[in-house]
Structures are given as structure tokens and as C-alpha cells.
């Protein structure tokens, strides 16, 4: 491990030497670099032919090529994913350059289970299709999408893949197992597939938010500061399972269904939150302690079940195309939070409070899906209809405290219409029309309070355009887009949750749809890519706090931003190969215009102009180096500089620094075991500010993202199975998962 750390990060640091090397032109460095380069090359496993990651443009799709390539050995899709051209890791999450987190397909499977990407294996996979500009086909909330089409591998019989690890937090020494076992079954044309995974997960928060807000009372100014240590503790764990089966009927015809059910028990999160309030008048130098409370919280949290499914048919009948897929998913979700509160204004003897509070959602979903396709003229025609009926309901009380209980429903029905034609324009390009037609129609029952009912009932039409086109050796694509962002259904829910004695929280039902336009540019030359995308949105959803009472009471809402926020980004990345040498780098640049004038108490005027315009910078440095005898080592940095995102201050620089060491044995590397440390210097933390004029919150925080991570894999027999499903209403399934 020691040796595999030292090599990576020379390799880092070598990085421009590298660079500079290949561009030298003089006869006698010439000499030197390919002595050089062959005593490189002579370490690696195979020649530079077979490691380059083909990535080109189609349409407005950038397709990778991973069987055969360095990044089939990146360890889980997860880890693979991070160096796609045109995708990064940001935190926790996967993103699309640009475009934010993505939605998933595998195999023409939209993931229900994010999850699903740790439990699929990078040698499994043919190819990725990063989609920067989805058409018509896709819900209008879908910004980006990633279609990941595994290796289509022959042979009947019975095969398994087994893999187990343990993730160790190196910060605060959770241990955390995980195990999982792939089965598959295939003769003739059947194949039944199986899948049980058992996870455990702890992640520690710790956060020191600083708020002060501003307010007058009886013709006199002052402030109330709240200083705040929360720590949260989440622990959980849980099994994931799926079972189901491909029938390939014909050549031309194929069905199939699959079933999964996600367990969690033992899951909850153990918090402790520790506030000074201080209040200070205008004119006066010290402040005054008004308050000092703390408080511990045990919040349990219990699914008696989640189940969802999808059976699908997919076909040909003469030139017509045929793609049916019908969705279901139901849950209940049950949660409990005792909360046991300290309050010493006097600095005599505590006083105590113990509150209680509970939470039940159950929900469900149906949902279906078809897509009729024909060739006509030079392309093919796409048509079809979506629809989903959600129904998700929220019955919360709080006892000891005076907060309102609710319970309340939300039911929603989606029904799309949409139609799409893609053709090749000789000398022209490929060019590709659509448009979307949505319904969405919202009531909410207030079980408690008839006069809080709403209906709400909207109809849009999303167009999408694009156009491609190759200039010599450069390939380019040019689109546009109309979407709207629908908000989560807990961000519909009205209930006050409680935070602590200062801090509330809650939704609002009369929440409005966002909507974005874009116009984005993607060009592509050799291993150099350019994607630069503007953007303008309308009522977008955000954060919003207010002044509750006139005792420093805040209360945070979801809301819709009032003003219209445009952001201009531009990524340009970079993916060569020498010999065994396998680097991914690339820095972005994004930029928001937003600004806006707010109330604030302090200024004469009463109010105060608020701006959100530093752009942000990021760099994404990956680095893979593979040798003889299976041997690999990786070095990763990533970096966001601080600046300015839509209505929050990035106050800090923020960075991952991970190494990794993998060594395979067997045939086609069937055992496998990889280690990982992930922010080595554990400067992964984020700054973040809201201005909200009479108010400002300043936070903190830390999610522990130092953690050792070693895994062990064996395959026998391995194939993938012939699934086929695509999917049917999987915004509202999403939504329902409130992620």
C-alpha cells in the first residue's frame, strides 16, 4: 500500500512533465523520451492500442467505449463512472458536467436503487452513453441521462458473482460490512436472474451553523446570534433483494419482469445539537446571552416494506418498433424522534423538555410506458404516451410541544404525449425535433383543515432540439431544451417540523414548478472535449428562511426563488493514454447571475442589494496507471474553488484527494481485491452562506469522507442477463423517494 501511495502521487505530480514530453519536437529528446517511454512501456500489461477509452459525439450523446480499456478495471460502476468524459464526482454524488445528477439506465432499465451502482462491476460494462440534452422520450424533469449498456456475453448454465468488503471511517472508526451475490440461470432463451445484498452504513454530519438575524422592536434595533453545534449520527442497515426473468420470445419479441424489495432496519439517526443565543441592541458593544440549550435527539426510522417492479414487452412487427413497460412501486415509511431539550436562561438549574415526535408516509405508484418507432425517409420516427397516478399521504404529531399536527394527502396524475424524429441531412448533419406534451394535475387533502385543500392543474409543452454535425476531425452538437423541475413531495408537505427551541422547518403545498431553458454546445477533438451550456430558470426551487417571532425563532421554507436565475458553465476535459498511463483531467467554470434586493433593517433605505455573481471553478485530476501481472494504482484530486451557486455563498475551497491500489488473479481476472482511501487530507468540507437580508446563516460542515475501503470479488460462469425493461414514471418514483 505504502508503495502504490508513493506512486500515485508522483504520479500526479508528474503530470505536466508528462505533457510537456509529448510535445517536445528536438531530435535528441526525442531520443531520450522514447527510451524513455519503451522502459515505461515494458511495465504495462498490455499496448497502448488496447487502453484508450474511444469517446466520441453521437448527436447529442458522448459514448464511451469501457470493455477492453482501462476503465473496465475501476472497480464498481460507481468508481468507473467519476472518469467518463463528461461526468464527475461531486461529494457523495455522480454528475453529468454542467447538467447536475443524472438518471440511470442500465441495459434500457432506469435504477430505481442508485445503490445499483456499487453492486455492478466495471469489467461488466460495454459502453456509456452520456446524454447532455435528453429529447422527448424523457419525463421534461429529466435534465441529463446516462445509459450504460453491459457486455453482451454468450453461453447457458448457472453462474454467480460474489463479492464482499468493509468500508472503515477513518475519522471516527464505524466499521461498515457489505456483501452481495449475483445468481443467473440461462438455456435456450430463458434467463432468470437473482440478486441479495446486505449492507451496513453509518455517516457522521458535523456542522456549525451560525445565524444572526436582524429585526426591530419599539423603535429599537438589534440581533439575535445563534451559535449551533449539531452532530449527526446516522446508522443503518439493511438487505436489498430482486428476482426476475427474460424471455426471448423470437428475434423480434421479448418479455420479462422484475421484482425488488428493499429492507431497512435498524436504521436512525442520533443527534446532538448545543446553541448560545446572544442578543445585541445598536449602540451597545457587548451582547448579551439571552439562552443556552441543548439537546439530544433519537430518531428511528422503519420501513415495513418497499416493493417495486416492472414487467415489459419488446418488439418488432414489420418495420414498427415496440416498447411497452408497466411500473409499480408501494412503501411505507414509518419514523419516531424523541427529542429530550435543555434550556438554562437564568444559569440556575436546567429545565428540561422531552418532545415526541412521529411521522407515517405510505405511498404508492403505477405507471406506464410505451414507445411506437418507424423509419421514415432518412431517420426514424419516435411516438408515444406516459402515464403515472401517485398517491402519498403524511400523518405527523408532535406531543409536549404546541406545533400543529397534519395530516394530509397528495394525489398526482401525469399524462404525457410525445413525439420525436431523428435523420442524417447529407452535408448537413444530424439533426433531431421533438416535443412533449404534459398534464399534471395536483390535489391536496387536508384531513385537519378543509380550508388548506388544493387543487392545481397545469398543461405544457417541452420542445427539444438538436443538431451535429463533424468538421474534419472535430465533432460538434448543438442543442436546446425546455424542462421543468417538480418539487419533492416532502417539499409539498406543510407539517412544522421541529428542529430545536430556535430552528423550524417546514413545506409548502402552493409550491410551483421550475422551469429551465437551455441552449448548450458540445464539441469533441481526439481526447480533448468542450461542453459549455446557458441556461435561464424560472421559479426555482430553493431554501428560504424567516424570522418567526420576535425571540429569534427561524423558520426554514421551501420556496420559489422570485427572480429569474441564469448560469453560464463551461467544462473542458481531457483524456489521453501514454503507454499504461491512463490520466482524466478536467476544469470547469460556472457563473451565476442572480441578484436581488432584500429587507434588511440596517440600511436607512430598509433594504439591501444581494448578489450571487462569483463564478465557480473545478478540477477534476484522475489518474490511472495499470502494470503487469494485473496490477493498477489510481490517484484522484478533485476540487471546488469558493464562488457563488444560485442563492448560496461557497465560502471555501473544498477537496478529495483518494488512492487507490487493485490486483487481480485467475482467468479474465476472476478474483479481485482493491483497496481505497478516500480524502486523504480531509479537506472534503463546504462553507456555505444564505443572505436572506434580515437574516444570514453561516455553515460549516463536515461529512467525513476519510475512509478506507477494501473489497474482495470472485466471478464464475459470469453473464449478464437480457433485460430489457425500460422503465415507466420514474420522476414520480424518485419524487415519492424524496432524494
Not at 526 to 550: C, G, P, V
Request: overall charge neutral; aromatic content about 10%.
Amino acid at each position: 500500500m505504502k508503495k502504490a501511495i508513493i506512486l500515485a502521487t508522483a504520479l500526479m505530480l508528474g503530470t505536466s512533465i508528462v505533457s510537456a514530453q509529448t510535445n517536445n519536437t528536438t531530435t535528441s529528446d526525442s531520443t531520450a523520451d522514447t527510451l524513455a517511454i519503451d522502459q515505461f512501456a515494458s511495465l504495462c500489461e498490455v499496448v497502448v492500442k488496447g487502453q484508450i477509452p474511444n469517446t466520441k459525439l453521437k448527436g447529442n450523446a458522448m459514448v464511451t467505449r469501457i470493455d477492453g480499456t482501462v476503465l473496465a478495471k475501476s472497480g464498481t460502476a460507481e468508481d468507473m463512472l467519476a472518469k467518463v468524459p463528461g461526468m464527475a464526482k461531486r461529494g457523495d454524488d455522480l454528475e453529468v458536467l454542467g447538467k447536475g445528477k443524472p438518471v440511470f439506465y442500465v441495459n434500457g432499465r432506469k435504477m430505481t436503487d442508485i445503490d445499483e451502482l456499487k453492486r455492478l462491476h466495471s469489467d461488466e460494462i460495454q459502453e456509456v452513453e452520456v446524454i447532455t440534452n435528453p429529447g422527448a422520450l424523457y419525463d421534461a424533469t429529466v435534465t441529463s441521462v446516462v445509459r450504460i449498456r453491459t457486455k453482451k456475453r454468450q453461453g447457458d448454465g448457472f453462474g454467480f458473482d460474489i463479492s464482499g468488503g468493509n468500508n472503515q471511517d477513518l475519522g471516527y472508526g464505524y466499521s461498515d460490512p457489505s456483501a452481495t451475490l449475483n445468481l443467473h440461470y440461462r438455456h435456450n432463451s430463458l434467463d432468470f436472474f437473482g440478486m441479495v445484498n446486505y449492507w451496513k452504513w453509518d455517516s457522521v454530519n458535523d456542522s456549525y451553523p451560525e445565524q444572526t438575524s436582524y429585526m426591530s422592536k419599539g423603535g429599537n434595533l438589534f440581533s439575535i446570534h445563534q451559535n449551533t453545534h449539531l452532530r449527526h449520527d446516522w446508522h443503518g442497515q439493511g438487505l436489498n433483494y430482486n428476482l426476475g426473468f427474460n424471455w426471448q420470445i423470437s428475434q423480434n419479441h421479448s418479455v420479462g419482469l422484475r421484482i425488488e424489495r428493499h429492507d431497512k432496519f435498524n436504521s436512525g439517526v442520533d443527534a446532538n445539537i448545543v446553541t448560545d443565543m446572544q442578543q445585541r441592541f445598536v449602540g451597545k458593544e457587548s451582547p448579551t446571552t439571552i439562552d443556552h440549550s441543548e439537546s439530544v435527539q433519537t430518531d428511528k426510522q422503519h420501513t415495513p416494506y418497499n416493493w417495486d417492479g416492472n414487467a415489459y414487452y419488446n418488439g418488432k412487427v414489420g418495420k414498427l418498433g415496440i416498447d411497452l413497460n408497466v411500473d409499480f412501486l408501494t412503501s411505507k415509511a414509518n419514523e419516531s424522534n424523541t427529542i429530550q431539550e435543555w434550556s438554562n436562561i437564568s444559569h440556575d438549574l436546567p429545565a428540561s423538555s422531552i418532545y415526541t415526535q412521529e411521522q407515517h408516509t405510505p405511498a404508492r405508484m403505477w405507471a406506464t410506458k410505451l414507445i411506437l418507432s418507424y423509419p421514415i425517409w432518412k431517420g426514424t420516427l419516435q411516438a408515444g404516451t406516459e402515464m403515472s397516478f401517485v398517491t402519498r399521504a403524511n400523518q405527523y404529531s408532535i406531543s409536549g410541544h404546541p406545533l400543529p399536527s397534519t395530516d394530509s394527502e397528495v394525489k398526482e396524475k401525469n399524462l404525457a404525449g410525445f413525439i420525436e424524429y431523428s435523420c442524417a441531412i447529407p452535408k448537413f448533419g444530424n439533426v433531431s425535433a421533438g416535443v412533449r406534451y404534459e398534464h399534471v394535475g395536483m390535489n391536496y387533502t387536508d384531513n385537519i383543515s378543509a380550508s388548506n385543500n388544493l387543487t392545481r392543474n397545469t398543461d405544457d409543452f417541452f420542445p427539444s432540439l438538436s443538431w451535429s454535425q463533424q468538421f474534419g476531425p472535430v465533432q460538434t452538437a448543438l442543442s436546446y431544451s425546455f424542462r421543468t423541475i417538480r418539487p419533492q413531495y416532502s417539499m409539498l408537505d406543510e407539517s412544522i417540523i421541529y428542529i430545536n427551541s430556535y430552528s423550524f422547518q417546514q413545506g409548502d403545498p402552493k409550491l410551483k414548478n421550475a422551469t429551465m431553458q437551455e441552449v448548450s454546445l458540445n464539441a469533441r477533438y481526439k481526447w480533448i472535449n468542450l461542453f459549455a451550456a446557458y441556461e435561464r430558470r424560472d421559479n426555482a426551487l430553493t431554501q428560504w428562511s424567516y424570522i418567526y417571532n420576535d425571540e429569534g425563532v427561524i423558520l426554514v421554507k421551501n420556496i420559489n426563488f422570485p427572480e429569474p436565475m441564469r448560469n453560464f458553465a463551461a467544462f473542458l476535459t481531457a483524456s489521453p493514454t501514454f503507454g499504461c498511463y491512463s490520466p482524466n483531467w478536467t476544469v470547469g467554470w460556472q457563473k451565476y447571475f442572480v441578484s436581488q434586493s432584500l429587507a434588511d433593517p440596517r440600511e436607512a433605505s430598509g433594504q439591501r442589494t444581494v448578489s450571487f455573481n462569483k463564478p465557480i471553478m473545478f478540477f477534476d485530476i484522475n489518474n490511472t496507471i495499470r502494470l503487469k501481472h494485473s496490477w493498477q494504482f489510481e490517484a484522484n484530486l478533485n476540487m471546488m474553488l469558493k464562488g457563488d451557486a444560485m442563492n448560496f455563498h461557497m465560502l471555501n475551497n473544498s477537496y478529495n484527494l483518494s488512492f487507490v491500489v487493485q490486483k487481480c488473479w485467475l482467468k479474465n481476472d476472476a478474483l479481485c481485491l482493491r483497496a481505497s482511501v478516500a480524502d486523504v487530507l480531509q479537506k472534503s468540507t463546504q462553507k456555505v452562506q444564505m443572505d436572506c437580508g434580515y437574516y444570514t446563516l453561516d455553515q460549516n460542515t463536515h461529512n467525513n469522507r476519510h475512509r478506507l475501503d477494501i473489497t474482495l470479488r470472485y466471478s464464475f460462469n459470469a453473464s449478464n442477463n437480457k433485460y430489457k425493461g425500460t422503465g415507466a414514471g420514474k420522476d414520480a418514483a424518485s419524487r415519492m423517494k424524496d432524494e
